[in-house]
């Protein structure tokens, strides 16, 4: 005998698509655009500029708006569509800590640091300056004394979620995860000199701060090094995009190409630069 489901089961395979076409289905019926280049991300426009962005992590739910009329008449909606349970302001998400006060919003990791920190045996490590010493070129060293994989690949994962609210953590975390594959000792002393220098900036973060006429303008930088990985001698890009006093986006990588100078470097990492303007129109 065979059973039909009505309605998709928690724990199921297809569980996770069918709410997430659910969800999708009631923000389309609400007048929410889905935005083409992260399919969580949901925006509303009003009349006279109002606007109600949605952003969906599973079954939770974060929403700004500049509108308050909007945002209530959303999650009366909601209410009525779904068991929900309004938390308030945000404070804490995906290992993510949000402070907000007349000032602006403030973002940090200073709990997830400290968990890395405890996790890895560096809670009393001695502070340095820079996650990376000045100069530095890693390189693959086939004739070094392997480190244990496991544990370097833990490292690494777990600081790369850390450039979520770290853009000065971006080049080094890049720079010691091309060596995952084969990590020596030399790597290893890399991943924990990034510990130590997140030791003594644990509490660092952005800051967003509050514009009273709302005019907040959007600047991006890039640059790069020339064949700055000596094993292949491809080169490294790095942007960054500033919205008002807080950044919002960047990245740190090699690039996929070996060029021949400085400046065709430079051209790569400005190109990449120019389809992430266009995406934010």
Same mark, same amino acid.
């Given at each position: ?6 309605? $998709? ?5 297809? $569980?996770?698509?069918?709410? !997430?076409?659910? &969800? ?25 500029? #109002? ?20 945002? %209530?008449?959303? #999650? *009366? ?25 007349? *000032? ?41 004394? $392997?480190?244990?994989?496991?544990? !370097? ?27 995952? %594959? ?9 991943? #924990? ?5 997140? #030791? ?47 950044? &919002? ?33």
């Amino acid at each position: 005998m065979v059973y039909k489901l009505k309605k $998709a089961l928690y724990g199921l395979r297809q $569980a996770p698509r069918a709410w !997430y076409n659910k &969800i999708e289905s009631y923000f389309c019926l609400e007048k929410f655009e889905k935005c083409s280049y992260e399919h969580t991300l949901f925006v509303k426009q009003g009349v006279y500029s #109002k606007i109600l962005i949605v952003s969906l992590y599973v079954d939770d739910l974060i929403y700004t708006e500049n509108d308050s009329q909007m945002m %209530e008449a959303f #999650k *009366e909606s909601m209410k009525k569509k779904f068991a929900m349970t309004d938390l308030g302001k945000m404070k804490y998400f995906l290992g993510i800590e949000v402070s907000q006060s007349n *000032e602006g919003i403030f973002i940090c990791q200073q709990k997830y640091a400290a968990d890395i920190l405890s996790r890895f045996g560096m809670d009393n490590c001695n502070k340095v300056c820079s996650p990376i010493v000045p100069g530095c070129r890693l390189v693959k060293n086939e004739n070094g004394k $392997a480190s244990n994989a496991r544990l !370097y690949k833990q490292m690494v994962g777990c600081l790369m979620y850390m450039l979520a609210t770290r853009p000065d953590l971006a080049y080094s975390v890049c720079l010691i995860a091309r060596f995952m %594959e084969r990590s020596t000792e030399m790597h290893v002393a890399a991943v #924990k000199r990034i510990l130590r220098y997140l #030791k003594g900036t644990i509490g660092c973060g952005i800051m967003y701060r509050s514009v009273s006429d709302g005019n907040m303008q959007l600047i991006g930088w890039s640059d790069s090094d020339y064949a700055g990985d000596v094993d292949d001698m491809k080169s490294t890009s790095g942007f960054v995009f500033m919205l008002g006093t807080g950044a &919002i986006s960047w990245s740190s990588q090699k690039q996929p190409i070996m060029t021949l100078s400085t400046t065709e470097a430079g051209y790569v990492a400005s190109t990449s630069l120019r389809v992430l303007v266009n995406v934010f129109g």
